[in-house]
Structure formats: C-alpha cells, structure tokens
C-alpha cells in the first residue's frame, strides 16, 4: 500500500484528488532534484546567477520544441521545473537572511 503524501495526493485548495499524470510530472521534478542535488550540492547561487541558469534551461526547452522527441521535450520541461524548484529552495532557504537588494545597495552608498 502507497502511503499517503499530502498535496501530491489532493489539492489544498479543491481538495480535488491529484490526477496520476499530475503526480507522475511532480515525482519526476522531484527526481530531477534529487540528480541535481547528488551532482552539485546546494546551490548557493545569487539571483542573477539563478536566472541565468533557469533562462538557459527554457532556453533548452524552446530548442526541443524544434522538432525533437516528446520524450526530450518532457525530459527539457522537468529540468526547467527541477531548476526553478531549486530557485525556491535557495529563497526559502538564504533570501530570508540576506539583506534586500535595496538595503545592500543603501548599504554600499552609505560606506561610499
């Protein structure tokens, strides 16, 4: 028996069960995250540096929409996914104790 695992399961909003492809897409961002993870570690990037990366991974995306596989297509979609999941971890997990853009740039012009 599957154990139960809150929001892939229903939603919290409509509490309308989760439909298999949606859990099936979800558990393969969260695989991609755990690839990405075992080969980088976490990611203590700044945010210029995670929009490069994401806006290279769409990048990748509009390249599959050229004519290759659905498979590839997919597999360029999850990255896009697992990337931007990660760019949530990295606020959650550091945004919160670093200053705001404002407050670094005010920062600076005062030690000016």
């Given amino acids: 028996m599957r154990t139960r ?22 558990m393969d961002v969260l695989f991609e995250r755990d690839r990405q993870m075992a080969k980088w570690g976490i990611q203590t990037h700044s945010m210029y540096k995670w929009l490069a990366i994401l806006t290279e991974e769409v990048g990748e995306f509009a390249e ?38 404002e407050e670094r740039r005010v920062g600076k012009e005062c030690r000016s």
């Fill in 5 to 26: 695992i809150p929001y892939l399961d229903e939603s919290p909003t409509s509490g309308h069960p989760r439909t298999a492809v949606q859990r099936t897409a979800v």
């Fill in 64 to 101: 599959a929409t050229l004519g290759t596989s659905r498979d590839a297509l997919r597999g360029e979609a999850i990255q896009v996914a697992a990337v931007a999941l990660a760019i949530v971890e990295f606020i959650d997990r550091y945004a919160a104790t670093e200053p705001r853009s």
